[in-house]
């Protein structure tokens, strides 16, 4: 059943940011029987996570969405999320070739993604859900939004003892590594999706990916709502000062 506190947080962060879309959250499970028992979840059996969170995002009433390691296509979402152990050839960088000069570029990118299963395999499957209809409680909570939604959330983090993010930007395996990160202990991650995120989970060009860690949700609202005063979103232009038109276009003495 749905969180009445899930669902108010996911209101409340949605309504702060004049968002179009949903926050999602994200389980992962060491048994796939167990995610497959969750009521009104789709199994899908050929998705990838970024097409999982995009359902999710978009679709509410149909975004409930499990699927199992045999039904995820991507080997980078597979190996961050730990559904698997990391192969030999995406840890030697193979995999990366296209994007960079030479063998040695492309191992030293790999070796800059956070992958949960670089220590091996640990879970079996990835429950996801819109974050005011999740089912369960969330391992991670995904959230796509424009620069300035982002610098919203991020005076909100900001508000109570001054803690700025520092964030790794590879753009590379982005939200599923982001999602691993958060997994693994961090408060808060920001990427830019990827090219894979962008292809499969149809994110458009102006969006950045941020991650949450449900331990700090409500302290993040919070502060939100605290700047609201000063930096409600979308930011107001100041327009305190006189309108100045060129004088062949102002209404001469005679006209008035």
């Not at 997994?183 to 991650?189: L, P, Q, R, T």
């Not at 919070?222 to 709502?225: A, I, L, Q, R």
């Given at each position: 059943m749905p969180d009445v506190r899930r669902a108010a947080q996911a209101r409340d962060f949605r309504a702060l940011?004049?968002?179009?879309s949903y926050p999602v959250g994200v389980k992962l499970y060491e048994r796939a029987s167990e995610a497959l028992e969750v009521k009104d979840a789709r199994h899908l059996r050929s998705t990838a996570p970024c097409h999982m969170l995009a359902l999710?995002?978009?679709?509410r009433d149909d975004g409930i969405t499990v699927s199992t390691s045999h039904g995820?296509?991507?080997l980078w979402g597979l190996a961050c999320l730990g559904l698997i152990d990391t192969p030999e050839r995406l840890a030697r960088g193979e995999l990366n070739r296209p994007f960079t000069k030479d063998d040695q570029a492309a191992k030293a990118l790999q070796d800059n993604?956070?992958?949960?299963?670089?220590?091996?395999?640990?879970?079996g499957a990835m429950l996801t859900a819109p974050l005011d209809l999740m089912p369960v409680e969330p391992d991670a909570i995904v959230a796509y939004l424009t620069p300035g939604q982002s610098l919203k959330v991020l005076l909100g983090y900001e508000y109570a003892e001054?803690?700025?993010?520092?964030?790794?930007?590879?753009?590379?395996?982005?939200?599923c590594s982001a999602i691993?990160?958060?997994?693994?202990?961090?408060?808060?991650?920001?990427?830019i999706?990827?090219?894979?995120?962008?292809t499969w989970g149809l994110v458009p060009d102006d969006h950045l990916v941020m991650v949450f860690s449900p331990r700090i949700f409500d302290h993040l609202i919070?502060?939100?709502?605290a700047t609201d005063k000063f930096s409600t979103h979308p930011f107001r232009p100041f327009l305190n000062w006189p309108v100045i038109f060129p004088p062949h276009m102002e209404p001469q003495a005679k006209e008035l």
């Open positions: 940011l004049n968002m179009g999710g995002r978009h679709y995820m296509k991507c993604i956070f992958m949960l299963g670089n220590q091996g395999q640990r879970y001054g803690k700025v993010l520092k964030a790794v930007v590879g753009g590379q395996s982005s939200v691993a990160k958060v997994i693994a202990g961090e408060d808060i991650v920001l990427d999706p990827c090219v894979g995120d962008r919070e502060g939100m709502k």
